[in-house]
């Protein structure tokens, strides 16, 4: 089945972690599998603008012990043969403060161990690390993919992040980098994935629709980080390959 547990870490903000994130799940999704996606960046939140409706509960109020983590779970209606269930973060300042302490970590820390025994695979959507939840989600991480995006200040801020990952006993993986377009795109060096921009308006996912460009790039980078093999195919010139 692979590797269970995996860290996408911001190399910066606006890296399009979340996106890469959930397009990996979806991707996962598509091979059959079951996923739970936990949102360690409670500042941005991004992870709670994929989920409909009211949310009663978050991922915050699992780590005050405020809820249990089966109440902060959302399903993720996308056309897969597997599931996907999104643990966001969207929550008032005071509990966003509440949450950052380090009891607060550890409580996340339990909580993502145990999605682990209830789904084939956890993905974390990490900010740069700099706070306590950051630190417990890339620690209790088996495997740590830096997200870098492909510009100067990707590759200026990239060796501080991989020293900071080293300081803390959670090296990065891979690096893969990302928003790889465009005249302003800048190697990352030491890259093992790339994929392509993905736009704000482009639809979501974009991973389970394989006539996509960015479909089969990510899957290979998801194969890879999580040392499995998914099944899947994409056409290539007329032929389906892979």
């Avoid at 599931?83 to 970590?105: G, I």
């Avoid at 093992?192 to 482009?202: E, L, M, Q, S, Y």
């Amino acid at each position: 089945m692979g590797v269970p547990t995996l860290a996408f870490v911001g190399c910066t903000g606006g890296a399009g972690t979340t996106r890469l994130t959930v397009e990996a799940a979806a991707t996962l999704a598509r091979g059959g599998r079951s996923v739970a996606v936990v949102d360690a960046a409670f500042g941005t939140q991004g992870l709670a603008t994929y989920v409909d409706g009211r949310l009663d509960a978050d991922v915050t109020a699992v780590a005050v012990g405020d809820a249990p983590v089966e109440d902060a779970l959302f399903e993720w209606d996308i056309d897969a043969d597997g599931r996907v269930a999104l643990c966001p973060a969207h929550a008032p300042f005071e509990r966003l403060a509440r949450a950052k302490t380090a009891e607060s970590a550890q409580a996340l820390e339990r909580a993502i161990e145990e999605l682990t025994g209830r789904f084939d695979h956890v993905l974390l959507d990490v900010p740069p690390v700099a706070s306590n939840p950051a630190v417990a989600a890339v620690t209790t991480a088996q495997r740590r993919a830096l997200v870098v995006p492909a510009s100067q200040r990707g590759s200026d801020l990239l060796p501080r992040q991989r020293g900071r990952l080293r300081d803390i006993g959670a090296p990065a993986t891979a690096i893969v980098a990302t928003r790889v377009a465009g005249d302003d795109a800048e190697p990352i060096e030491d890259a093992a994935h790339t994929v392509g921009h993905i736009g704000a308006a482009a639809p979501r996912p974009l991973a389970t629709d394989p006539d996509t460009e960015v479909a089969p790039a990510v899957a290979e980078m998801t194969e890879d980080l999580l040392d499995t093999d998914l099944g899947l195919t994409f056409e290539d010139d007329g032929l389906f390959s892979r």
